[in-house]
């Protein structure tokens, strides 16, 4: 696949085929993730890749992570109860995706903040490398509210969320969201 083409072809996918993954695919996947620049080259991601039973019990955590954002959406789409239903039962479901991967951030370089650009730009990557592989994914972070449930259900310490991929074979042709104009400045051409 030319890199052209899969930096315009790639979507967000929200709703998957219960098809499995094979784990060699995934591996291939995260692999590509990161090769991506780092940080000083301190390579400060981690990702977890779930399945099965850890998906099921991730789920629960992320329905209960709709009720957090509930409120703001009420408000923002008050015409719209359509949008809410949509994104309640993404929620719920996150479109029968059969593989979450969590993409983590280390500490930045200042020891103290977290390094969230080199995490971004390896989930940038990923998403890259799935779409090659024949598969979907979305960056969600609007569970997030629950990291410390996450963190908690994967073991995980000392390191920050950045998002969660619902991977799989994509049961949707999304629809191409247009480019926005006027976002590049010229100087000294
Ligand atoms: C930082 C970031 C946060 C996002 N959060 C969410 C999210 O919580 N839920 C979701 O469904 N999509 C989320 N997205 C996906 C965007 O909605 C999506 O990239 C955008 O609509 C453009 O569509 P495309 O990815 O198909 O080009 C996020 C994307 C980024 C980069």
């Known amino acids: 696949m030319e890199l052209s083409e899969a930096i315009k072809g790639r979507r967000s996918v929200r709703r998957f085929k219960p098809d499995p993954v094979p784990k060699e695919v995934l591996e291939d996947i995260l692999d590509l993730a990161t090769w991506a620049p780092s940080a000083m080259n301190r390579q400060e991601w981690y990702f977890v890749a779930a399945h099965g039973q850890k998906v099921e019990e991730m789920k629960r955590i992320f329905a209960d992570a709709f009720q957090d954002i509930k409120p703001r959406l009420e408000k923002v789409f008050a015409d719209k109860p359509k949008i809410i239903e949509a994104t309640k039962e993404f929620f719920e479901t996150y479109g029968g995706a059969p593989?979450?991967?969590?993409?983590?951030?280390?500490?930045?370089?200042?020891?103290?903040?977290?390094?969230?650009?080199?995490?971004?730009?390896?989930?940038?990557?990923?998403?890259?490398?799935?779409?090659?592989?024949?598969?979907?994914?979305?960056?969600?972070?609007?569970?997030?509210?629950?990291?410390?449930?996450?963190?908690?259900?994967?073991?995980?310490?000392?390191?920050?969320?950045?998002?969660?991929?619902?991977?799989?074979?994509?049961?949707?042709?999304?629809?191409?969201?247009?480019?926005?104009?006027?976002?590049?400045?010229?100087?000294?051409?």
């Open 99 to 189: 593989v979450f991967i969590f993409a983590y951030c280390g500490k930045a370089p200042d020891g103290k903040t977290w390094d969230t650009n080199s995490t971004a730009v390896a989930v940038q990557n990923l998403q890259l490398a799935v779409y090659e592989a024949g598969l979907g994914s979305t960056w969600t972070d609007g569970i997030l509210g629950k990291e410390k449930e996450i963190n908690d259900a994967l073991g995980v310490k000392d390191r920050k969320l950045l998002c969660v991929l619902p991977i799989g074979y994509p049961d949707e042709v999304p629809r191409v969201p247009p480019r926005r104009e006027d976002r590049v400045e010229w100087v000294g051409f």
